[in-house]
């Protein structure tokens, strides 16, 4: 605990000091709209509430929290498992994740890291958690040739994104962590036991009841 909380001061400090490192991020909402568009997809104007909802219980469960707190956490967890040699440990907070697809690529250097970390911290500071959000479900890919939200609940469910159940929403959230190797087309079984596991999430969080959960977790995949 003590490395810990040591390790979250450095990671704070560390991340002030990258700001002035890193290169902006005004153009990150173009960046966004030309890679969808490439794809043949769709910009949704705002994130699906229950998408949304339900990648935040799964992936990062403080991305609402004031702008740098989740950054300086997500780092603080990266140099915790290098340092303590628990390797299995992730670190990669919402605001990262769209930085590495943005901007940086997929390598897992402790330079690139870094270089994630300043950049969400940017992310964070002039853009709104909900444009975040939208930039994220925009930009993602979500298995089966399916580019951005719009695209995936169009290919999957034949709806608009903000008409997707919970099951659906579910599926979806889950399916940004590995799309191809859960593609509920191709590996129905994996893709059901992750989308699960995000309802599992969702309970814990309290954004369904028990009771509910059960309901959404017996639905079908598709």
Do not use: C
Request: no cysteine.
């Amino acid at each position: 605990m003590i490395l810990l909380v040591a390790v979250l001061a450095m990671s704070v400090a560390i991340g002030v000091g990258l700001l002035a490192a890193v290169p902006g991020v005004g153009n990150a909402p173009a960046r966004v709209r030309a890679e969808v568009l490439s794809h043949g997809g769709q910009l949704a104007a705002t994130a699906p509430a229950k998408v949304g909802d339900a990648l935040i219980a799964i992936e990062d469960q403080a991305f609402r929290s004031p702008p740098g707190v989740d950054i300086a956490y997500g780092a603080a967890r990266y140099l915790y498992a290098r340092l303590s040699g628990h390797t299995g440990q992730g670190g990669s907070t919402l605001a990262q994740q769209l930085a590495k697809r943005l901007y940086t690529g997929p390598s897992r250097s402790p330079f690139t890291i870094a270089e994630q970390v300043g950049l969400a911290f940017k992310l964070e500071l002039e853009y709104s958690h909900e444009q975040i959000l939208t930039m994220y479900l925009n930009d993602a890919y979500f298995g089966d040739g399916a580019y951005g939200i719009t695209q995936a609940s169009t290919r999957y469910f034949h709806r608009s994104p903000a008409s997707l159940d919970w099951a659906q929403a579910s599926l979806l959230a889950g399916l940004v962590q590995a799309p191809s190797a859960l593609d509920p087309i191709v590996h129905p079984h994996l893709a059901l036991v992750r989308r699960n596991a995000v309802v599992a999430q969702l309970r814990a969080t309290g954004e369904l009841s028990p009771a509910a959960a059960r309901r959404v977790a017996a639905q079908p995949l598709l």
